[in-house]
């Protein structure tokens, strides 16, 4: 009952900042946690931070912590990741998802939806 589309990926130096944003549509995202993975090769998808249904806690991977920030603004039934301090090793095709479960939210199996994905490349 939801639909979620990516945006904001794109080209950037290491070094450099980009805004992902995930719009959703079909049902208000206040019904639902939000998370960004991410995949670069192979068929699985790396957990990069995840946000509860209020905004109220969030979660993130070692590697981005520090450098990478979720957020939502529920009022726009839109979430978004904001990527500082890219790395070459950030390249990916980065997803959002959305479900309706608390628990274990690093995991692709807690989530119900996803977007179609939008690419982010770091140059060196």
């Known amino acids: 009952q939801v639909q979620l589309v990516e945006s904001g990926g794109g080209l950037v130096q290491a070094g450099g900042s980009l805004r992902l944003s995930c719009a959703a549509s079909g049902r208000t995202i206040s019904s639902y946690h939000m998370g960004w993975f991410r995949q670069t090769s192979g068929p699985q998808r790396e957990f990069v931070a995840a946000?509860?249904?209020?905004?109220?806690?969030?979660y993130y991977a070692d590697s981005v912590k520090g450098r990478f920030t979720i957020s939502r603004d529920n009022a726009k039934n839109t979430g978004y990741l904001q990527m500082n301090s890219l790395k070459p090793e950030d390249t990916a095709v980065y997803y959002c998802?959305?479900?309706?479960?608390?628990?274990?939210?690093?995991?692709?199996?807690?989530?119900?939806?996803w977007g179609q994905g939008t690419q982010v490349t770091v140059s060196s």
């Open positions: 946000i509860s249904r209020s905004g109220g806690s969030t």
């Open positions: 998802a959305a479900g309706p479960r608390g628990l274990g939210l690093s995991s692709e199996r807690r989530y119900d939806y």
